[in-house]
């Protein structure tokens, strides 16, 4: 891949199963940008995969919770505090469903932490806090082996 490409995922490399998507690139790729917070291009990556996933399976609604919470972080970044809490809500609902009723190594992080690390971030921009110095909680991949 060079400086700055997307990597492009082949129509049949994912099936949809929440297992096999650690191993796949734009979730990688997803999450690199995010973390750098580039979080319009996160959304990006991460709805590629959302598209192809089963509609209302935990993988499906796992991404469909990071770009709602990814583009809250977006609006936060902006001072759009309305959108930015309307979207967290959204995302971080979808992501505590997903939570509660999931085996999370699947998806290469611990989702409950990051819920609780998001909802905190947005509690503390909307509240005034510099939001200059404020960045929503990194996604840390571990092993799923």
């Not at 709805?47 to 809250?72: D, F, K, Y």
């Not at 609902?93 to 509660?100: F, H, K, M």
Request: aromatic letters at 12%; charged letters at 20%.
């Amino acid at each position: 891949m060079g400086d700055g490409e997307e990597p492009q995922l082949s129509p049949d490399a994912w099936t949809g199963e929440a297992k096999a998507l650690c191993g796949l690139p734009n979730y990688r790729w997803g999450i690199d940008l995010y973390n750098a917070g580039y979080y319009w291009e996160a959304h990006e990556a991460w709805e590629q995969l959302w598209r192809q996933a089963v509609a209302e399976s935990p993988a499906h609604q796992l991404l469909q919770g990071l770009i709602q919470s990814t583009a809250s972080a977006l609006k936060a970044r902006v001072q759009q505090w309305s959108a930015c809490r309307k979207l967290a809500d959204r995302g971080l609902d979808r992501l505590r469903q997903v939570a509660e009723s999931n085996d999370m190594h699947h998806f290469g992080f611990d989702l409950p932490v990051f819920v609780e690390k998001f909802e905190s971030y947005v509690t503390a921009a909307i509240g005034g806090d510099e939001t200059n110095e404020l960045s929503p909680p990194p996604l840390f991949l571990h092993s799923t082996h």
